[in-house]
């Protein structure tokens, strides 16, 4: 006996605590796609190819280094400073790739947006993953750098998986939140990438977290990469012990912003065919 067709109501009203699970679910071949197309679309016709993925924090790195490691003489608990930098640069250019892909994913396909239904989310979750391909290629060569500063990662790499979900649920949320935002203001898209560059200070990229005074830390590691970057510190270079008091306060803090992001996105979906 067939199984009979389901059916899908679409209507002006949007509920904004209703996420879309099963629609996202039965959407998931044009999820893949859309994943599929930025990663390809990314590499295409490109001479450097995937090298892309490494320049980014590989130019970051060597000019910390001359600045802050050499120049300002900032403390990288023991270890040489390029490493120091580049363990934090791997997770924070995913980070801020993936934020930026994924507030301006509705504008950039506002012509599927304004054609044709499917659940909107889709578009800030598929520039969420697809950012996940040169966070790969960019650890691989962290795994080139450990071999050669002779580190030895400890036994709590086991927990990076968490750090990689607590990152990609921080960007995905953030990404919700301003990509609803850039579709009816475009000043979104033009004050991210200044935006980027100061959250980065507010994450213990370039310095380590023993220079936050005791009395803040708590209120530090609101910040989500917080979290992620000490923790990816801690297991790889253990260097420090595992800072569970700040990726907790982290963790918390990115489910948070998921939630806030998603429940904002779902408020204004209404809105998105007619202003993007």
Do not use: C, H
């Amino acid at each position: 006996m067939s199984r009979p067709p389901s059916t899908i109501v679409i209507d002006s009203e949007t509920r904004a605590f209703d996420f879309q699970f099963t629609e996202l679910r039965e959407y998931r071949e044009l999820f893949f796609f859309l994943v599929w197309r930025d990663i390809k679309g990314r590499y295409a016709q490109s001479v450097l190819g995937v090298g892309w993925a490494v320049i980014q924090p590989m130019v970051s790195m060597v000019v910390f280094t001359v600045i802050f490691g050499g120049l300002a003489s900032i403390d990288s608990d023991g270890v040489p400073y390029q490493i120091f930098s580049y363990v934090a640069l791997v997770p924070w250019a995913y980070y801020s790739n993936a934020l930026t892909d994924s507030t301006g994913s509705l504008v950039k396909d506002k012509g599927l947006v304004q054609k044709i239904y499917f659940p909107r989310m889709i578009l800030p979750a598929a520039a969420v993953l697809g950012r996940l391909v040169d966070f790969f290629i960019a650890f691989v060569f962290l795994g080139a750098f450990l071999i050669w500063y002779s580190i030895t990662p400890t036994l709590w790499m086991l927990a990076l998986p968490v750090f990689i979900i607590m990152m990609m649920a921080s960007a995905a949320g953030m990404g919700m939140w301003l990509g609803a935002l850039a579709v009816q203001y475009r000043d979104v898209k033009y004050g991210l990438s200044f935006a980027v560059q100061l959250l980065m200070y507010a994450a213990p990229v370039v310095y380590p977290v023993s220079y936050v005074p005791e009395q803040f830390r708590m209120l530090y590691a609101v910040n989500p990469m917080v979290g992620v970057i000490e923790g990816f510190r801690a297991s790889i270079l253990g260097t420090t012990a595992m800072p569970w008091d700040l990726i907790g306060v982290s963790a918390i803090s990115s489910v948070v912003i998921l939630l806030a992001g998603a429940w904002y996105f779902r408020k204004k979906e209404e809105v998105f065919a007619d202003v993007a």
